[in-house]
Nanobody
Framework: QVQLVESGGGLVQAGESLRLSCAASGRIGNIGDMAWFRQAPGKQRDLVATVSSGSSTNYADSVKGRFTISRDNVKKIVSLQMNSLKPEDTAVYYC?????????????WGQGTQVTVAS
């Protein structure tokens, strides 16, 4: 019903920046919270940052001051600006969008995009 397409991952050196984007399409209806999660090899998927429909944001302690989440409600895009990247930021990053449409509530995930930070 709701499709999410991520872009912007890649390989960078420590200290560099990357910007991830996630575009929503399909039966979007009303979008609530939008978020980014990440999962490193052998570890659980962890929350990185969230932005509410009112643009309130929350961040994991490990990324505070380095990452910025934002959303474009017209284009239905959520972005994650990642600065001062560290090797421990290496993971697959997933966007997540919650909302409701004519079929009810949904909780959709993107396919993931790899971010690799070399030391």
């Amino acid at each position: 019903q709701v499709q999410l397409v991520e872009s912007g991952g890649g390989l960078v050196q420590a200290g560099e920046s990357l910007r991830l984007s996630c575009a929503a399409s399909g039966r979007i209806g009303n979008i609530g919270d939008m978020a980014w999660f990440r999962q490193a090899p052998g570890k659980q998927r962890d929350l990185v940052a969230t932005v509410s429909s009112g643009s309130s944001t929350n961040y994991a302690d490990s990324v505070k001051g380095r990452f910025t989440i934002s959303r474009d409600n017209v284009k239905k895009i959520v972005s994650l600006q990642m600065n001062s990247l560290k090797p421990e930021d290496t993971a697959v990053y997933y966007c997540n969008v919650k909302g409701f449409n004519g079929f009810g509530r949904y909780d959709s995930w993107g396919q993931g995009t790899q971010v690799t930070v070399a030391s």
